[in-house]
């Protein structure tokens, strides 16, 4: 039986927050980062300890303080999250203890690519632990094929709290279509097709029955482009941009929206859209890693292809036509969450994912 848990990772990401939250319900939980969270994020339960060295110095240089750590906290596994920077960390501690190394997208996807050093880098990295997991299916086989010699990468998907991502509760009154997505403005997330999807959209005959406007939540570095796409398109009066939003009122968003859309150009498993789902939108994502995984194309929403601006406009129009598919869509995609994504079994199934890693390492070592 696992008792406690060491997690090695980013102290300030809000998924790391919601893991180390959830599974100190069940268990003893240590966290150790080079990344301090704000105050107040994590349960006071969870051990926290931050390493000395910063950035990308530290995955080389606080291996001596990383191991005084494990041996003070003598946790039963030790699960490190992100392959490159904190998987070189553990890999270079080489901790005698059980070890489970989850992937989380661009560090099996693009880091490889760089060179062939860190696809070698990688693969070490990835070949000296017991156990790999990732957040999607698609990611497994992006992980099988930078390390050819793993044939059971375990999949340990990124749920939702459905209590909390929940339909909104009063009807809308207005017939106005919102579209939206609420990710970081920047080239990975393909906001400029979704504009230009719009401005392809504003020229149907539809448009003219239907007052539509879109609404981008997040901040980012090609925000300004963005902006300044907007102005050339002619779309000032149909495009808002809210800027980034704490995580808990990510919710209140999603209920202002009748449409989500995510046309990535990389996504390895797409959090925000399982989120979308759970509080019963449909939605429209780009055919990319982990996306078409959490879609059903056709019953909770649409897959188009990468960059394909007119494509995406045609599937919106379908939507803003309808609102009988708006809303099925939206209900068969909150159902779809409940089975497959609830949150509490996502953190049960990564205990049991614990407890099969205690026990290959304990296969290695008889």
Known sequence: MINKVCLLAAANSIHTIKWVNALV??????????????????????????????????????????????????????????????????????????????AWGSDVYRFPSTSLVHQQLVRWNLSRVDRVASTSQAMAEQIATVCPELDDVLVTPFGVDMTHFAPRSAPKLSEDVVIGTIKTMSDTYGVDTLIRSVHALIHRDVYEHTQLSLVLVGDGPDKARYQKLVTDLGLSDYVTFVGRVAHDDVVNWLHKLDVYVALSRHESFGVAIVEAQACGLPVVVSRVGGLPEVVEEGVTGFVVDIDNAQQAADKLAELIESKPLRHQMGA??????????????????????????????????T
């Open 25 to 102: 319900e069940h268990m003893d939980v240590v966290l150790v980062s080079q990344h301090s969270a704000d105050d107040g994020l994590i349960d006071a339960r969870v051990a926290c300890h931050t390493l000395s060295v910063k950035g990308a110095k530290g995955y080389l240089f606080n291996v001596g303080q990383l191991k005084r750590i494990l041996k003070q906290e003598a946790p039963d596994v030790l699960n490190v999250h992100y392959v490159s920077g904190y998987g070189t960390l553990v890999c270079l501690t080489n901790p005698d203890i059980p070890v489970l190394m989850n």
């Open 332 to 365: 068969a995609g909150r159902q779809r969450m409940l089975a497959r994504y609830e949150w509490g079994e996502c953190v049960r199934r990564m205990m049991d994912v614990y407890t099969l890693t205690h026990i290959t390492y304990k296969e290695k070592h």
